[in-house]
């Protein structure tokens, strides 16, 4: 056998051996978070087949934002690069990218792209090997993104799947407290409405029980119907200024103050579950200033601010409080911080005993 041969058959048994490896990453990669998946494409990259630099790039078909990671050479140049390459496939040269590479200067590179018109992302990869990429390089660079792109979109699923069910959750809750507890409460209300007609002189013999256990079965019904509202908030095709001055509207149905919404900016659309997460936490303030704070003045702003970002700010007028001092049942307050944290918005309370309360929340966090 020709020593041709020979190395055609070694490099033909390494291929083979990385392409099995290969394999393997659809398995390791289940149930990975996103960036996750990214990552560890990025270090397969690198780790198996011996490259200087590694950047991945897996984008979602759903128009949320892509995944960006680099290893090896920290090539702060390539991102602009591609961007201003849109749609480039194939071998590159490192010194025509950036001048000043130092190693690297001697070294070629590859971008592969997932998908047609790299809607899926792309993989690249750069070292200073003589012919590198080879067509089986080339090869396994592919099957290497396809497997990440694969368990990119999975992970992207699993997440619907759970959204899908928690809203499901949600709303099956949501009809349980109405059709149970809400409405139980609203008859009671009506029988005591009804018993009080009915008794005349007699009810005011036990007036003082009888209208105590009406005022607890009236506030019980608001804050079930509240909680009904949280847990299906409303959609509706105005957006969140349309869906705070609603949540507005039902407070003053019971609030005795004056209360006051402010829009301000260009409306723009924002994802479901961001929106659902600063309604609730409008909501949630709504509620303790009108029921808690003893005030007569209630200010609501909504701004559009650049960038997509949204700032929200419920404040009052009213007695404020120690937010150091411990107090039991602040659970409402812990919730807000709880859905800011979710949607990765910054959450702020201002108050102190005497002087109001304001809480701003503002989306993105930066």
Same mark, same amino acid.
């Given at each position: 056998?020709?020593?041709?041969?020979? *190395?055609?058959?070694?490099?033909?048994?390494?291929?083979?051996?990385?392409?099995?490896?290969?394999?393997?990453?659809?398995?390791?990669?289940?149930?990975?978070?996103?960036?996750?998946?990214?990552?560890?494409?990025?270090?397969?990259?690198?780790?198996?087949?011996?490259?200087?630099?590694?950047?991945?790039?897996?984008?979602?078909?759903?128009?949320?934002?892509?995944?960006?990671?680099?290893?090896?050479? *920290?090539?702060?140049?390539?991102?602009?690069?591609?961007?201003?390459?849109?749609?480039?496939?194939?071998?590159?040269?490192?010194?025509?990218?950036?001048?000043?590479?130092?190693?690297?200067?001697?070294? *070629?590179?590859?971008?592969?792209?997932?998908?047609?018109?790299?809607?899926?992302?792309?993989?690249?990869? %750069?070292?200073?090997? *003589?012919?590198?990429?080879?067509?089986?390089?080339?090869?396994?660079?592919?099957?290497?993104?396809?497997?990440?792109?694969? %368990?990119?979109?999975?992970?992207?699923?699993?997440?619907?799947?759970?959204?899908?069910?928690?809203?499901?959750?949600?709303?099956?809750? %949501?009809?349980?407290?109405?059709?149970?507890?809400?409405?139980?409460?609203?008859?009671?209300?009506?029988?005591?409405?009804?018993?009080?007609?009915?008794?005349?002189?007699?009810?005011?013999?036990?007036?003082?029980?009888?209208?105590?256990?009406?005022?607890?079965?009236?506030?019980?019904?608001?804050?079930?119907?509240?909680?009904?509202?949280?847990?299906?908030?409303?959609?509706?095709?105005?957006?969140?200024?349309?869906?705070?001055?609603?949540?507005?509207?039902?407070?003053?149905?019971?609030?005795?103050?004056?209360?006051?919404?402010?829009?301000?900016?260009?409306?723009?659309?924002?994802?479901?579950?961001?929106?659902?997460?600063?309604?609730?936490?409008?909501?949630? %303030?709504?509620?303790?200033?009108?029921?808690?704070?003893?005030?007569?003045?209630?200010?609501?702003?909504?701004?559009?601010?650049?960038?997509?970002?949204?700032?929200?700010?419920?404040?009052?007028?009213?007695?404020?409080?120690?937010?150091?001092?411990?107090?039991?049942?602040?659970?409402?307050?812990?919730?807000?911080?709880?859905?800011?944290?979710?949607?990765?918005?910054?959450?702020?309370?201002?108050?102190?005993?005497?002087?109001?309360?304001?809480?701003?929340?503002?989306?993105?966090?930066?």
């Amino acid at each position: 056998m020709s020593t041709e041969s020979n *190395t055609d058959s070694v490099t033909l048994r390494g291929a083979l051996r990385e392409l099995v490896a290969l394999s393997t990453i659809p398995a390791a990669w289940v149930g990975r978070e996103p960036p996750t998946i990214a990552a560890g494409l990025a270090d397969v990259l690198v780790g198996s087949l011996q490259l200087d630099f590694a950047f991945v790039r897996l984008c979602d078909p759903k128009g949320g934002n892509a995944i960006e990671v680099m290893r090896g050479y *920290t090539w702060k140049e390539f991102p602009e690069w591609l961007q201003n390459h849109p749609g480039f496939a194939g071998r590159f040269s490192c010194k025509a990218i950036s001048p000043d590479l130092g190693a690297l200067e001697a070294c *070629t590179g590859v971008v592969i792209p997932i998908g047609v018109n790299a809607e899926g992302g792309l993989v690249a990869g %750069a070292c200073n090997r *003589t012919a590198f990429p080879s067509e089986i390089e080339q090869l396994l660079f592919s099957v290497a993104a396809n497997h990440a792109a694969a %368990a990119f979109q999975n992970a992207r699923l699993a997440e619907w799947v759970k959204t899908a069910a928690v809203a499901e959750e949600r709303n099956r809750l %949501a009809r349980d407290i109405h059709d149970t507890l809400a409405q139980a409460l609203a008859l009671i209300v009506m029988q005591l409405q009804h018993a009080e007609s009915k008794l005349g002189p007699a009810w005011a013999s036990a007036r003082e029980p009888l209208e105590t256990v009406r005022q607890l079965a009236v506030e019980g019904l608001v804050q079930a119907r509240r909680s009904v509202g949280m847990l299906r908030p409303p959609t509706t095709p105005h957006g969140l200024s349309r869906a705070v001055q609603e949540a507005a509207d039902l407070v003053r149905r019971y609030y005795g103050g004056c209360l006051d919404v402010r829009v301000t900016g260009v409306p723009h659309a924002l994802e479901r579950s961001v929106e659902e997460e600063l309604l609730a936490i409008v909501r949630e %303030a709504l509620t303790n200033a009108a029921t808690h704070s003893r005030g007569m003045r209630i200010e609501v702003e909504l701004a559009y601010l650049d960038r997509g970002s949204v700032r929200l700010a419920v404040s009052d007028d009213g007695q404020g409080f120690d937010p150091d001092q411990p107090r039991d049942g602040r659970y409402g307050l812990v919730g807000m911080y709880e859905r800011a944290n979710r949607i990765g918005a910054a959450l702020t309370l201002v108050t102190e005993p005497g002087a109001g309360t304001e809480i701003v929340v503002v989306w993105p966090n930066e």
